[in-house]
């Protein structure tokens, strides 16, 4: 049965050859950021209020002018086609139908005009990676402008890739050669296999202006080694305003100087998030970076949060914290995994399911008034850290 996030993770296992669910759920070095993300959501408490009125429930939120089902949505997560084909696709589809948002990630296998076209009414974000070449990442934002993307995401924390050492002893890169181990390993989950063997080899397909002239296999290998711009500074945010009019946000931010300085440098948006540990193995946990940031915002522009969300109780103690959402990106993975886009709208479901409960049993049944409940409880301290 799958009554909790850990479920859909053991079926994904169950499917998915080792490289591949090795990939999305890895992290860097010793892994440490990985485990922190949850030890830290998981010391939080949130202490209720008894005897409210909670018969009407609202968990939805208004993001940029557009309303969300819930403060939740579905972080840019590269090479989900290889988790199952069209799995970009299946993402959006699966957001729209649970009416989240979908951030699409730049290193999709599918162009990101396929999959904007897939599921209109949904809110999609377009992620943008700046490589060494910026004419590429130029023409990626010029073009999801005129798909009519609602915002973009600039990530920032990959100057260079963390070190994935799953992915080191799987042989993961390109030009992938699979040894005598991943062919057993092939034959092992046969239904992945079949259905890969009958899409054909994801390529990123952002990477170029055409879709009949895929980028060359130098390029796509660059991408999938994380070998981006590492000129990129503050100021080359006046470099994407001018490609860019919409809403743009950085993800990827964890310190409160950082958080002053990308307001300071026009940022309609943060997202803290340490990519779910798999970058610098030594910086805290999302959550506990969370305070910080909202303290140096003073409220100006949204922040947003993600890394090791597998709950609707994580997302209730970001809000309590003050951010306007969270993000999680391995849960719809696994759900895409385990089945498909139903597997993904499940796995929102359950997140939703249980954000309305967590909501009523705290005695704040709107996700809007999260924020000035007082709920949050530091056990360092001997009482509740708000109110
Ligand atoms: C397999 C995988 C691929 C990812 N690819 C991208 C990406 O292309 N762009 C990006 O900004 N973040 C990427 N991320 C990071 C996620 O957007 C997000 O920050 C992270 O997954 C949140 O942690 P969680 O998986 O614990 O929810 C990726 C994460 C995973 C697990």
């Known amino acids: 049965m799958l009554l909790r996030t850990a479920d ?23 892994e440490a950021c990985l485990a922190r993300n949850r030890q830290a959501l998981d010391e939080l408490r949130l202490v209720p209020h008894v005897m409210r009125d909670t018969r009407e429930v609202d968990l939805s ?48 296998n599918a162009r990101l005009e396929a ?16 490589m060494g070449d910026r004419s590429i990442a130029e023409q990626i934002v010029r073009r999801a402008r005129e798909a009519r993307f609602d915002a973009l995401v600039l990530t920032v924390d990959v100057a260079v890739s963390g070190m994935r050492e799953r992915d080191m002893r799987n042989g993961f890169r390109l030009p992938f050669r699979p040894g005598l181990r991943t062919a057993i390993d092939l034959a092992a989950h046969p239904a992945w296999s079949i259905a ?38 503050w100021e080359s945010l006046a470099w994407l305003r001018r490609l ?7 993800k990827g931010v964890l ?47 949204p922040v947003f949060v993600d890394s090791g969300f597998r709950r609707g109780s994580d997302v209730a103690k970001a809000l309590a914290l003050g ?19 139903a597997g993904v709208e ?29 709920l949050v409880f530091d056990e360092r301290r001997t009482g509740a850290a708000d109110e």
């Open 115 to 130: 999959v904007r076209a897939a599921a209109p009414q949904a809110v999609q974000w377009m992620q943008l990676y700046v």
């Open 255 to 301: 310190g409160p100087g950082d958080a002053a300085a990308a307001v300071a440098h026009g940022a309609d948006g943060l997202v803290v998030s340490n990519h779910g540990g798999r970058q610098l193995d030594v910086v805290p946990a999302a959550i506990s970076a969370l305070p910080g940031v909202i303290d140096a915002v003073r409220g100006r522009i």
């Open 346 to 374: 499940q796995a929102l479901a359950l997140v939703k399911a249980e954000f309305e409960r967590t909501l009523i049993l705290l005695g704040v049944p709107h996700a809007d008034a999260l924020a000035h409940g007082g």
């Open 8 to 30: 859909f993770r053991r079926r994904a296992r169950a499917r998915l050859p080792r490289f591949v669910f090795d990939y999305v759920d890895g992290g860097a070095e010793d």
């Open 61 to 108: 939120v208004e993001v940029f002018g557009r309303r969300w089902s819930m403060p939740a949505g579905i972080a840019p997560v590269g090479f989900a086609g290889l988790v199952r084909p069209a799995g970009d696709v299946l993402l959006a589809k699966a957001a729209a139908a649970q009416g989240v948002p979908f951030v699409l990630s730049t290193a999709s």
């Open 244 to 250: 860019w009019d919409g809403p743009l946000l950085v």
């Open 196 to 233: 890969a063997a009958l899409a054909g080899t994801p390529g990123f397909a952002n990477l170029v202006e055409a879709p009949s002239t895929p980028a060359s296999p130098q390029v796509q290998a660059a991408l999938l080694a994380r070998a981006m711009d590492r000129g990129l500074t």
């Open 323 to 341: 951010a306007t959402a969270a993000f999680m990106g391995r849960l719809p993975i696994w759900g895409l995994a385990a089945g498909g886009q």
